[in-house]
């Protein structure tokens, strides 16, 4: 009975905010008008849904909708912004890469190691002054399984894991839009790349060892997203009118 209740519920969200709770996946662009919708579905969740099994996926509240209302602010009136989102984890099978074995010494009996790259957020928004703004965001997992023997002969299983994490936001500029050098140098955890061409395109990467926790994570993605605006004067970045 409680399960047909929450499922009616599910069933009656925005279509994208079930994505996200069946499949833990999104991929869909959309006008900020629409994006107002999503964000707005997404808020009746906590109320609606209070089955664990069913919850948001935690980068969804702390990452993704804050994401979403910025952006909104800066899109054209005309513009749509674009996300792909894979909130399973590193875990799923399908990102593991190959394992192999590293060598040990007594009491350890083997270590199987293998990576998993997880690419959970794709963005592309095109903004009030012409310029389009990507912004990727993925995981590198190491994982570690350690199978060791104590003195009395027990065994033992640890699997370890350790997670670096690469966040690039990439801007393109409209045709002559200028490029300025800011008076004080980008962070040195940031490295900033100007290509130059018909359309300019300015890219900001950061690489961060160990990755951010999910309360510092909006800020790092922020921060690194910010820094291709520096590069251009204001006037360059002032917001179209429609």
Same mark, same amino acid.
């Given at each position: 009975?409680?399960?047909?209740?929450?499922?009616?519920?599910?069933?009656?969200?925005?279509?994208?905010?079930?994505?996200?709770?069946?499949?833990?996946?999104?991929?869909? /662009?959309? #006008?900020?008008?629409?994006? *107002?919708?999503?964000?707005?579905?997404?808020?009746?969740?906590?109320?609606?849904?209070?089955?664990?099994?069913?919850?948001?996926?935690?980068?969804?509240?702390?990452?993704?909708?804050?994401?979403?209302?910025?952006?909104?602010? *800066?899109?054209?009136?005309?513009?749509?912004? !674009?996300?792909?989102?894979?909130?399973? &984890?590193?875990?799923?099978?399908?990102?593991? !890469? #190959?394992?192999?074995?590293?060598?040990?010494?007594?009491?350890?009996?083997?270590? /199987?190691?293998?990576?998993?790259?997880?690419?959970?957020?794709?963005?592309?928004?095109?903004?009030?002054? &012409?310029?389009?703004?990507?912004? $990727?965001?993925?995981?590198?997992?190491?994982?570690?399984?350690?199978?060791?023997?104590?003195?009395? &002969?027990?065994?033992?299983?640890? /699997?370890?894991?350790?997670?670096?994490?690469?966040?690039?936001?990439?801007? /393109?500029?409209?045709? !002559?839009?200028?490029?300025?050098?800011? *008076?004080?140098?980008?962070?040195?955890?940031?490295?900033?790349?100007?290509?130059?061409?018909?359309?300019?395109?300015?890219?900001?990467?950061?690489?961060?060892?160990?990755?951010? $926790?999910?309360? *510092?994570?909006?800020?790092?993605?922020?921060?690194?997203? $910010?820094?291709?605006?520096?590069?251009? #004067?204001?006037?360059?970045?002032?917001?179209?009118?429609?």
């Amino acid at each position: 009975m409680f399960w047909r209740k929450t499922r009616a519920a599910i069933e009656r969200f925005h279509p994208v905010h079930q994505g996200l709770v069946w499949q833990r996946t999104a991929s869909v /662009t959309l #006008p900020p008008a629409e994006w *107002d919708a999503v964000v707005a579905s997404l808020a009746r969740h906590a109320e609606t849904v209070k089955r664990r099994k069913w919850r948001l996926p935690d980068r969804t509240v702390a990452v993704v909708v804050p994401l979403i209302r910025v952006l909104c602010e *800066d899109v054209a009136p005309g513009g749509a912004i !674009g996300i792909t989102a894979d909130l399973r &984890g590193p875990q799923v099978p399908e990102k593991a !890469g #190959p394992t192999r074995q590293l060598p040990v010494r007594k009491p350890i009996r083997s270590i /199987t190691e293998w990576f998993a790259l997880d690419p959970w957020l794709a963005v592309r928004a095109e903004l009030r002054d &012409g310029s389009v703004l990507e912004l $990727t965001v993925t995981d590198r997992v190491r994982y570690r399984k350690i199978h060791k023997v104590n003195p009395r &002969g027990k065994h033992k299983h640890k /699997t370890k894991s350790k997670a670096v994490q690469r966040i690039t936001a990439r801007r /393109t500029l409209q045709p !002559g839009q200028d490029v300025r050098r800011p *008076d004080t140098p980008p962070p040195r955890t940031l490295a900033v790349r100007v290509k130059p061409g018909k359309r300019t395109v300015i890219s900001a990467t950061t690489k961060l060892g160990p990755a951010p $926790t999910e309360q *510092d994570q909006l800020q790092w993605v922020l921060a690194v997203a $910010t820094e291709p605006f520096r590069w251009t #004067p204001p006037a360059a970045t002032a917001r179209r009118t429609a």
